[in-house]
């Protein structure tokens, strides 16, 4: 069963504009949601995290809201840029066992 | 800065042949994971390990073996290559003491005939 669901899978914005990534999970027992970026060729890479007991994390133009509530959380993009564009994933896991779960991935693209 | 290789990057093989994605960190780090990306199902984990001479099921292990001879290496192992695992393979290196961040290698790509 997929444990992990994003949406869109994909998302076209302009440059200058603010890109929303929506992600949802089933299991309340996941306490750790980190976002990994991915450029095409590459490997993932760690983006942003927040853990269950927050419900907002910012670093730079990149900010996470958390409704543990609604089981959901979504990755905002502020004053997105061409180099922005990537496919970005949503994953789970429970704290301390660094074992992650990944949703399917957003493929985000900026137009300038 | 993390530092994952894996080799090779690309590989083609035939079906019912056997293949070894290898895999190295310079990271020190105890965990080591395998994973699959496809489009439409993101990254599954196929094996991991907690150190060396450790082999863990992920989510997807049937048709898969794993080896981790040492703190550096951990290898894919298809026995009986099938079309159906012709993928994009991630390694990746991660200790729980370092914040649950996982890091990934570059990725191999793997066609099966």
């Known amino acids: 069963q997929q444990q992990v669901r994003q949406s869109p899978q994909s998302l076209t914005v302009w440059e200058g504009e603010t890109a929303i990534l929506n992600c949802s999970y089933e299991?309340?027992?996941?306490?750790?949601f980190p976002w990994y970026q991915q450029f095409p060729g590459e490997g993932p890479a760690l983006l942003i995290s927040?853990?269950?007991?927050?419900n907002k994390k910012e670093d730079g133009r990149f900010t996470i809201f958390f409704n543990k509530r609604e089981k959901k959380l979504s990755l905002h993009i502020a004053d997105s840029q061409p180099g922005d564009s990537a496919t970005y994933f949503c994953?789970?896991?429970?704290?301390?066992?660094?074992?992650?779960?990944f949703g399917q991935g957003t493929v985000l693209s900026v137009i300038p | 800065e993390a530092a994952v290789t894996q080799s090779p990057r690309n590989k083609v093989a035939v079906t019912g042949g056997k293949v070894t994605l290898s895999c190295n960190q310079t990271?020190?780090?105890?965990?080591m994971y395998w994973y699959r990306q496809d489009t439409g199902h993101g990254l599954r984990l196929i094996h991991y390990?907690?150190?060396?001479?450790?082999?863990e099921k992920g989510d997807i292990p049937d048709g898969y073996k794993a080896s981790r001879p040492s703190q550096e290496n951990f290898s894919l192992i298809l026995e009986l290559a099938t079309p159906s695992q012709t993928s994009v393979y991630f390694c990746?290196?991660?200790?729980?003491?370092?914040?649950?961040?996982?890091?990934f290698g570059p990725g191999t790509r793997l066609l099966v005939l």
């Open positions: 990746a290196s991660g200790d729980p003491g370092g914040g649950d961040t996982q890091y």
């Open positions: 299991n309340s027992a996941f306490d750790y």
């Open positions: 927040i853990l269950s007991v927050s």
């Open positions: 994953a789970v896991a429970t704290g301390g066992n660094n074992k992650l779960t």
């Open positions: 990271n020190n780090h105890n965990n």
């Open positions: 390990s907690y150190g060396a001479g450790s082999t």
